[in-house]
């Protein structure tokens, strides 16, 4: 019985989690510190510094 509530309020918790995922994610991100430290993290992954630094440093075509 006690693992089917702790089931019950993961899943609760995950689907909590997944509607407001946006809320929360702009929540965490308006702190700068946090913001900041997302950008380092991310920005130390190749796969993503490969796709958005040439997208930042385009010019735009006309």
Do not use: C, E, H
């Amino acid at each position: 019985m006690r693992m089917i509530v702790l089931f019950a309020g993961a899943m609760a918790v995950v689907a909590l989690v997944f509607r407001w995922r946006y809320r929360i994610l702009n929540t965490i991100l308006a702190i700068g510190i946090l913001r900041k430290f997302a950008v380092q993290l991310s920005m130390s992954s190749p796969s993503i510094r490969r796709k958005f630094i040439p997208w930042m440093f385009q010019g735009k075509s006309n």
